[in-house]
């Protein structure tokens, strides 16, 4: 079945910088990556989502990247706020079938 | 409002106990589904529905049922709970499967 690994699993940035967070899936047949953030004590929420037939999709400061050859997609958050920490989550998706990966702790020190 | 709700909120029950979680949407949406989160596990999905009367195994089916009777609605169901299902529970709709989807408030479950 499919597999979706994440990392980091934390990451600590100084307000400004710029964050990455990397994800690969096993399933070549995953066609559709959403990125979650979770805050503190709340649901998810989406942020951000890519289609297997576009390479980059941007809104503001946040960014996704997907190389499907590799089977590797990246979210990208630049000037980074205290607002921004929080649990990020990727996810691979085939047929309504959601794999998670197992999120990444994002810190924003002021 | 558009959302998702979820009853109860926080259950604390004993081992065996048939349980039911509710889930309902007002959205519309086709599609509907059930996780459960743990640290350092993220979300798994447990089942999922893609219309009424269709629903299907996610990552994590056993010891859950589900049932999806009418569009807005997808009960999850522990016929006889234990303690390794204490969990938090979200519940999630999207017009489809490869949509964004709408997560409910969660609902913290402890089985004793």
């Known amino acids: 079945g499919e597999n979706v690994e994440q990392h980091p699993s934390t990451l600590s940035v100084q307000e400004g910088d710029s964050a990455v967070i990397k994800c690969t899936y096993s399933d070549s047949a995953s066609n559709y990556f959403p990125w979650y953030k979770q805050e503190l004590g709340k649901r998810p929420q989406l942020i951000i989502d890519i289609r297997s037939n576009v390479g980059e999709k941007k809104d503001q400061r946040i960014a996704v990247t997907l190389n499907k050859t590799a089977k590797h997609f990246s979210l990208h958050i630049t000037e980074t706020q205290p607002e921004d920490s929080a649990v990020y989550f990727c996810?691979?998706?085939?047929?309504?079938?959601?794999?998670f990966g197992q999120g990444t702790t994002l810190q924003v020190k002021p | 409002e558009a959302q998702v709700t979820q009853n109860p909120r926080y259950l604390i029950t004993v081992t065996g106990k048939k349980l039911t979680v509710t889930c309902s949407q007002n959205?519309?949406?086709?599609?509907m589904s059930w996780y459960r989160q743990d640290p350092g596990l993220g979300l798994r999905q447990i089942y999922y529905s893609m219309n009424v009367e269709v629903t299907d195994k996610g990552d994590v089916p056993e010891g859950y049922k589900v049932s999806r009777k009418e569009k807005r609605n997808f009960p999850l169901i522990l016929e006889s709970p234990s303690p390794n299902q204490t969990s938090l529970y979200f519940c999630?709709?999207?017009?489809?499967?490869?949509?964004?989807?709408?997560f409910g408030p969660g609902t913290r479950l402890t089985v004793l």
């Open positions: 959205m519309n949406h086709e599609y």
């Open positions: 996810a691979a998706s085939n047929t309504g079938k959601l794999i």
């Open positions: 999630a709709s999207s017009f489809f499967g490869e949509d964004t989807q709408y």
